[in-house]
């Protein structure tokens, strides 16, 4: 990760999302199905899908930013911002 945040033990990415599907795969795997109730529109568990599929590649862009603000300190609104995101990568199971 290039920083103190280490990734939480995920299946490694790409995962990938197929159209028309809401199953979200990690290599040849399904790791995640996305369901709701049933007047959920199809749409919104479509986007739903489309959000877990990107997780790891947010993670990795999220390290990414924490590392470079680690080298070069934010001050101010950037600095809050950078403690609402290392907060979110506690939240999506990174440890430090």
């Known amino acids: 990760w290039g920083c103190d945040m280490k990734m939480p033990n995920i299946t490694p990415g790409p995962w ?3 159209q028309g599907s809401h ?3 990690g290599g ?3 790791i995640a ?3 709701g109730p049933r007047n959920i529109q199809c749409s919104e568990r479509s986007a739903n899908a489309t959000a877990v599929a990107a997780l790891p ?3 990795a ?4 930013v924490i590392a ?4 070069n300190p934010p001050a101010g609104d950037a600095l809050w911002c950078i403690q609402e995101l290392r907060a979110a990568l506690l939240k999506a199971g990174c440890t430090e």
């Open 23 to 25: 199953t979200v795969f």
């Open 68 to 71: 470079w603000c680690d080298q």
């Open 57 to 59: 590649d947010l993670l």
């Open 16 to 18: 990938v999302l197929y």
């Open 33 to 35: 199905k996305v369901y």
């Open 61 to 64: 862009a999220a390290s990414k």
């Open 28 to 30: 040849l795997k399904a």
